[in-house]
T-cell receptor
């Protein structure tokens, strides 16, 4: 099993659809992250969970809703998205529950989202 | 938020050539990380530099952290097609230690 697995790898949705992205980590890490990667922009941190508690919500619109049911799984629920939300959504994990010491991030392969 | 500017944004060179890419900031970072993201994959950590002036080597890749810890460079010797990818630098923000990522350098090595 690879360290961090994301599904689906590709998703096309209309603006009125509801869909979810899934992330699973097999590394025994304590923190999990959602990042957005758009063309010509730096990676944008969206959400951080440490020991299953959300500790960061980086001014993300409410049409993105994260869920962390346990330390191995992270979801990003999508509802009434806009075309500008089209991007690569990357999940990552790190060993540290102390978010003052992020250390190395282990990324999944990403979910390529297209909003029509 | 501390910003990291990477240059060049795009670089395309022939196999066997040498190259250097840069990561610059006006802010001091306690450390800097370099990641490589290959097409269709997530970023993978290459190295972390911590001490001002530090030089780390990873086979044909040489990473340097500036003396003032505001900048870093990555030099690749005899580039190979397998070096193709997006190179990202990242550093922890002062105060909250959340990683800030640079704008990236997209490198293409032509066989």
């Amino acid at each position: 099993e690879t360290g961090v697995t994301q599904t689906p790898r590709h998703l096309v949705m209309g603006m009125t659809n509801k869909k979810s992205l899934k992330c699973e980590q097999h590394l025994g890490h304590n923190a999990m992250y959602w990042y957005k990667q758009s063309a010509k922009k730096p990676l944008e941190l969206m959400f951080v969970y440490s020991l299953e508690e959300r500790v960061e919500n980086n001014s993300v619109p409410s049409r993105f809703s994260p869920e962390c049911p346990n330390s191995s799984h992270l979801f990003l629920h999508l509802h009434t998205l806009q075309p500008e939300d089209s991007a690569l959504y990357l999940c990552a994990s790190s060993p540290f529950s102390d978010l003052m010491n992020t250390g190395e991030l282990f990324f999944g392969e990403g979910s390529r989202l297209t909003v029509l | 938020t501390q910003l990291l500017e990477q240059s060049p944004q795009f670089l395309s060179i022939q196999e066997g050539e040498n190259l250097t890419v840069y990561c610059n900031s006006s802010s001091v970072f306690s450390s800097l990380q370099w990641y490589r993201q290959e097409p269709g994959e997530g970023p993978v950590l290459l190295v972390t530099v911590v001490t001002g002036g530090e030089v780390k080597k990873l086979k044909r890749l040489t990473f340097q952290f500036g003396d003032a810890r505001k900048d870093s460079s990555l030099h690749i010797t005899a580039a190979q097609p397998g070096d193709t990818g997006l190179y990202l630098c990242a550093g922890p923000n002062f105060g909250n230690e959340k990683l800030t990522f640079g704008t990236g350098t997209r490198l293409t090595i032509i066989p």
